[in-house]
């Protein structure tokens, strides 16, 4: 008899854990602002113990130590991962970002889709 799968076993617990992850990013967000907001980074960082619990990560970059200093946004990483193992979709789309003081700035804008079937 196979062994049970991680994703028949903690089904309730992954979805609970990718809710808070759209909780801290949202289903729209722009890299620059990810970049330059430390709070929801440690956020992110600080479920890596739950994640491992319920999820497979063994092909997630953010949590194989050898792949950890080729990895540039491990929170990004993260997010990433995780929703994609639970059947999300990332639309990526590059645009710019206005400041206040006139500039632009080229950045990358993530939505985020739930795949229905």
């Known amino acids: 008899?196979?062994?049970?799968?991680?994703?028949?076993?903690?089904s309730n617990e992954r979805e609970e854990i990718c809710n808070k992850?759209?909780?801290?990013?949202?289903?729209?967000?722009?890299l620059h602002d990810l970049?330059?907001?430390?709070a929801k980074q440690t956020a992110i960082?600080?479920?890596k113990d739950d994640i491992q619990k319920f999820f497979t990560i063994s092909s997630?970059?953010?949590?194989?130590?050898?792949?950890?200093?080729?990895?540039?946004r491990d929170y990004l990483n993260i997010v990433k991962a995780i929703l994609r193992q639970q059947?999300?979709?990332f639309q990526?789309?590059?645009c710019l970002k206005t400041f206040e003081n006139g500039m632009l700035k080229r950045t990358t804008k993530y939505n985020i889709f739930r795949n229905l079937s």
């Open 1 to 10: 008899m196979p062994r049970p799968r991680r994703s028949d076993i903690f």
């Open 21 to 30: 992850l759209i909780e801290i990013v949202g289903t729209e967000f722009m």
């Open 92 to 94: 990526r789309r590059e």
């Open 87 to 89: 059947g999300y979709t």
């Open 45 to 47: 960082t600080a479920l």
């Open 35 to 38: 970049d330059n907001d430390e």
């Open 60 to 72: 997630i970059a953010s949590f194989r130590p050898c792949l950890m200093s080729d990895v540039k």
